[in-house]
């Protein structure tokens, strides 16, 4: 063995945080009260974050777009397959975890609704999206993928933008 775990030991840079409270999936309180005061520092940070904040400005001038549930003709709700749906699910999910993070830096609560209302509107469509997978696939079928992989991948984006928003008003 060679490195670290040749020796048997681990240097870290930071010490483990127990977050109270919200956000805590991927940034904390303590996160985002730095990134906060890089957006004063670090003109390099705020470029990125206001270019970030004119996107999803931009963004916010559509409508939601969760795509809406379907019956097929014996009345049961269809799969909507991800050669159709994926990209457009992959993109919401990012939307919404954009929403946040914008809501994180500036505190505007307009990004956080928003999120809320796609959240909300993600949540009443779930129940009603059909379970199925691509013929051609031998994997365990999903409801917004056509495998339980694609669906998990997708959610953590989605988890994210949750947390960022949770505890606005």
Same mark, same amino acid.
């Given at each position: 063995?060679?490195?670290?775990?040749?020796?048997?030991?681990?240097?870290?840079?930071?010490?483990?945080?127990?977050?109270?409270?919200?956000?805590?999936?991927? #940034?904390?309180?303590?996160?985002?009260?730095?990134?906060?005061?890089?957006?004063? =520092?670090?003109?390099?940070? =705020?470029?990125?974050?206001?270019? !970030?904040?004119?996107?999803?400005?931009?963004?916010?001038? !559509?409508?939601?777009?969760?795509?809406?549930?379907?019956? &097929?003709?014996?009345?049961?709700?269809?799969?909507?397959?991800?050669?159709?749906?994926? =990209?457009?699910?992959?993109?919401?999910? !990012?939307?919404?975890?954009?929403? &946040?993070?914008?809501?994180?830096?500036?505190?505007?609560?307009?990004?956080?609704?928003?999120?809320?209302?796609?959240?909300?509107?993600?949540?009443?469509?779930?129940?009603?999206?059909?379970?199925?997978?691509?013929?051609?696939?031998?994997?365990?079928?999903?409801?917004?993928?056509?495998?339980? !992989?694609?669906?998990?991948? #997708?959610?953590?984006?989605?988890?994210?933008?949750?947390?960022?928003?949770?505890?606005?008003?």
């Amino acid at each position: 063995p060679t490195g670290t775990a040749a020796a048997g030991k681990v240097k870290a840079f930071t010490r483990p945080r127990h977050s109270k409270g919200h956000p805590r999936t991927t #940034w904390d309180k303590e996160d985002v009260a730095y990134y906060r005061s890089l957006l004063k =520092k670090s003109p390099e940070f =705020k470029r990125f974050a206001e270019n !970030l904040r004119r996107a999803v400005d931009k963004r916010m001038l !559509l409508p939601p777009g969760i795509p809406q549930p379907k019956k &097929g003709p014996d009345g049961e709700w269809l799969h909507l397959g991800d050669d159709k749906y994926g =990209k457009i699910h992959n993109n919401l999910s !990012l939307d919404i975890a954009n929403l &946040g993070t914008v809501y994180q830096l500036f505190g505007d609560e307009k990004y956080a609704r928003f999120a809320r209302r796609m959240l909300l509107e993600y949540a009443d469509a779930w129940p009603k999206y059909g379970v199925g997978a691509r013929a051609t696939f031998r994997h365990d079928p999903s409801k917004v993928f056509d495998q339980r !992989l694609g669906d998990s991948t #997708w959610l953590i984006q989605v988890a994210v933008g949750f947390d960022f928003v949770r505890e606005s008003e």
